[in-house]
Structures are given as structure tokens and as C-alpha cells.
């Protein structure tokens, strides 16, 4: 029996995740950027060598979603790149977050997005912050189920397609783990 699991990307998952990406964007932006700038701005973005490229940078970390060996969905967390978020120095941003439509609505998403949570508040960051396509009202639906909160809206801008959406944010509480809790007076 094939099982999930959630653990960081490695490098050799670089084509799977670029396959994800692409398809996902691709699927998901169809009506806010003219076809000739969809296609330049995956080849730009979700290259197989663009990924690479990503996965080695410091200042982020991706998830992938593993059913048996194959991936299946994948998030990164990184620097912000969002106006909005830039000046937030406590904040890291959520992109690229992607599950294959036969994995969708399982849980695993959401498993995703509390381990993704929890992975960078242990790394010292206060909010997540990320951006999620107008049209795309499953995703902000997703999003308000688990705390975020509309900051503005803001437009990405490619070549000639303009294509808006909304700037989403979240405060992180780093979880205290329950041996940590004490109630004044009382020893054990």
C-alpha cells in the first residue's frame, strides 16, 4: 500500500517539483496573463535549472508531498518578495504551493501548510505572508480556514499581463510543547 509523507525537497526532485509548478501556475493563471507571457514566465520561473537554482539558496526551504515515490504537491517558504511583506523583517513568504488534483482534499495541504508554519516559526520568523490569484476563491477560502488575513491586494507584473491578487498574512505563535507548562505553586 502506497503511503504519504511530508518531508523537505532535495535536489533531485528538482523535475518533479518544476513539473508541479508549472502545470499549477499555468492552471491556475490562464485567465490573467496573455498565453505567450503564461508560457515565458514558467520557463522562466519552473525550469527544471530554475528550481535547482532555488532549492540551493539559504534563505529558503521547500515541502513536497510524497504519495509512494512519486511527488505530488510542493510548497517553499522564503525571503519575501511581495511590497507588502519586504518591510516585514519577521516575515517569511509562502509561494508556490501546488498538489496534484488527484491529491487534493485529503488533509494534505493542510498538513503541508502546518508543517511549513511550524518549520519557520522554529526558525525565528513572527508571520507568514503570501499572494493568491483573485479568481483563485478555493485557495482564499483554504487560507481563511487557517488564520489568514487580507493585508491588500497587489498586481504581478509580467511583460505585457498584469494579473492581481491578494496579499494574505499570518501571525505565527511558537507552539510551547505541553512539558514546557507549569502552574504556579504546584511541583510534582
Same mark, same amino acid.
Given at each position: 500500500m502506497d503511503q504519504y509523507e511530508i518531508r523537505y525537497a532535495m535536489a533531485p526532485d528538482a523535475g518533479a517539483i518544476a513539473a508541479l509548478c508549472s502545470s499549477g501556475f499555468a492552471n491556475v493563471h490562464q485567465s490573467g496573463f496573455l498565453p505567450e507571457d503564461l508560457a515565458a514566465f514558467c520557463q522562466q520561473q519552473y525550469s527544471v535549472a530554475a528550481i535547482q537554482a532555488d532549492l540551493e539558496k539559504a534563505d529558503r526551504f521547500y515541502l513536497e508531498l510524497v504519495y509512494g515515490s512519486e511527488v505530488v504537491g510542493c510548497l517553499r517558504m522564503g525571503t519575501p518578495t511581495l511590497a507588502l511583506a519586504k518591510p516585514d523583517l519577521s516575515g517569511i513568504e509562502l %509561494?508556490? !504551493?501546488?498538489l496534484d488534483a488527484a491529491h487534493r482534499s485529503?488533509? @494534505? $495541504?493542510? $498538513?503541508?501548510l502546518k508543517m511549513a508554519e %511550524? =518549520?519557520?516559526s522554529k526558525r525565528?520568523? $513572527?508571520?507568514? @505572508?503570501?499572494?493568491?490569484y483573485l479568481p483563485n476563491i478555493r485557495a482564499q477560502e483554504f487560507y481563511y480556514r487557517h488564520g489568514y488575513t487580507?493585508?491588500?491586494? =497587489?498586481?504581478?507584473? !509580467?511583460?505585457q499581463s498584469h494579473p492581481t491578487g491578494l496579499v494574505l498574512r499570518k501571525r505565527l505563535v511558537e507552539a510551547v510543547p505541553a512539558s514546557d507548562?507549569?502552574?504556579p505553586g504546584k511541583t510534582e
Amino acid at each position: 500500500m502506497d503511503q504519504y509523507e511530508i518531508r523537505y525537497a532535495m535536489a533531485p526532485d528538482a523535475g518533479a517539483i518544476a513539473a508541479l509548478c508549472s502545470s499549477g501556475f499555468a492552471n491556475v493563471h490562464q485567465s490573467g496573463f496573455l498565453p505567450e507571457d503564461l508560457a515565458a514566465f514558467c520557463q522562466q520561473q519552473y525550469s527544471v535549472a530554475a528550481i535547482q537554482a532555488d532549492l540551493e539558496k539559504a534563505d529558503r526551504f521547500y515541502l513536497e508531498l510524497v504519495y509512494g515515490s512519486e511527488v505530488v504537491g510542493c510548497l517553499r517558504m522564503g525571503t519575501p518578495t511581495l511590497a507588502l511583506a519586504k518591510p516585514d523583517l519577521s516575515g517569511i513568504e509562502l %509561494a508556490r !504551493f501546488y498538489l496534484d488534483a488527484a491529491h487534493r482534499s485529503g488533509g @494534505w $495541504g493542510s $498538513g503541508m501548510l502546518k508543517m511549513a508554519e %511550524a =518549520e519557520s516559526s522554529k526558525r525565528g520568523f $513572527g508571520q507568514v @505572508w503570501l499572494h493568491v490569484y483573485l479568481p483563485n476563491i478555493r485557495a482564499q477560502e483554504f487560507y481563511y480556514r487557517h488564520g489568514y488575513t487580507k493585508m491588500g491586494e =497587489e498586481q504581478l507584473v !509580467f511583460r505585457q499581463s498584469h494579473p492581481t491578487g491578494l496579499v494574505l498574512r499570518k501571525r505565527l505563535v511558537e507552539a510551547v510543547p505541553a512539558s514546557d507548562y507549569s502552574v504556579p505553586g504546584k511541583t510534582e
